[in-house]
């Protein structure tokens, strides 16, 4: 590629508003199995913007798990490049990547990976303690109340069936007002209705709050409601709806601030 002229190149200056939230470009991922080396993923390429949502399908074994894991920086790509707000996440070292999660990042699991000795209020301080946040306890509470759980908050997960459980994790996902969720088959264990009422509450939750979400699901109908698709097949995009020309949504943060809890 030619390189710009000093004169043709903007002011350093200028505003980034045009940087997605999450840019991937040409990621692979790739391990030594016993018989040699196993592509997990190649060639997987898109943008995500704030207040967006992208749903991941795929068969079972067909890389969604693994491309997540590479998105929150819970695994290394082994070449292409992930950008957040602009800048390569990638390439940042394991202890950056751990404070970009802590910060920036909140994930829903299948199996709600709530901790069994913590009752359901210390489950949603947890990640607002270690993130260093004010009023954890106010904070978590009136998430808790959001998910309708305010009459179960000394209650420990054991006790709870598993929508209950998987709304406390929507609560801990939401409370760190994160930038992106991720959300790895989220109704995956629960019966039809329990989960159509936890993805109702994702997407209303994720509508206020501005988070981009990362959806993995077998369901196409719940694909269905995200922005973009991306379908996966034995590592590779083999079929891609993005929406063109989405606007990009102003994070509705100040229903959430710090300032909000206060007083
Ligand atoms: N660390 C690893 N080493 C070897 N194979 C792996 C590793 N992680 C995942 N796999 C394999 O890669 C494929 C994709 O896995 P995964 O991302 O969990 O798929 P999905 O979530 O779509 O079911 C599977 O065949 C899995 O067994
Ligand atoms: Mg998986």
């Known amino acids: 590629m030619n390189k710009p002229s000093a004169s043709a190149a903007p002011p350093s200056d200028l505003p980034q508003q045009t940087a997605a939230l999450l840019e991937v470009s040409k990621l692979?991922?790739?391990?030594?199995?016993?018989?040699?080396?196993?592509?997990?993923?190649?060639?997987?390429?898109?943008?995500?913007s704030a207040g967006e949502s992208l749903a991941i399908t795929g068969p079972s074994g067909s890389g969604k798990t693994t491309l997540l894991g590479l998105l929150a920086g819970l695994d290394t790509p082994t070449s292409g490049v992930i950008r957040l707000n602009g800048s390569a996440f990638s390439s940042l070292s394991e202890d950056q990547r751990a404070g970009h999660r802590a910060t920036t990042c909140a994930f829903v699991f299948q199996e709600f990976h709530l901790v069994a000795d913590m009752n359901v209020l210390e489950n949603v301080m947890l990640p607002l303690e270690l993130a260093g946040?004010?009023?954890?306890?106010?904070?978590?509470?009136?998430?808790?109340?959001?998910?309708?759980?305010?009459?179960?908050?000394?209650?420990?997960?054991?006790?709870?069936?598993?929508?209950?459980?998987?709304?406390?994790?929507?609560?801990?996902?939401?409370?760190?007002?994160?930038?992106?969720?991720f959300a790895d088959e989220p109704t995956g264990s629960l019966d039809h209705a329990n989960g159509k009422r936890v993805i109702d509450l994702l997407f209303e939750l994720n509508q206020h709050s501005g988070a981009a979400l990362v959806l993995v699901t077998h369901d196409p109908q719940l694909a269905s409601r995200c922005q973009h698709h991306l379908e996966l097949h034995e590592g590779k995009m083999i079929h891609q709806t993005f929406a063109q020309e989405n606007p990009v949504k102003e994070p509705a943060l100040e229903e959430v601030t710090p300032q909000n809890y206060s007083s």
């Open 133 to 181: 946040r004010e009023k954890p306890a106010t904070i978590a509470k009136d998430w808790l109340e959001r998910v309708g759980l305010s009459h179960r908050v000394h209650h420990f997960p054991a006790t709870l069936s598993g929508g209950e459980q998987q709304r406390v994790a929507l609560a801990r996902a939401f409370a760190v007002q994160p930038r992106l969720l």
């Open 28 to 48: 692979a991922k790739r391990v030594q199995g016993p018989e040699g080396e196993l592509t997990l993923l190649e060639d997987i390429d898109f943008t995500l």
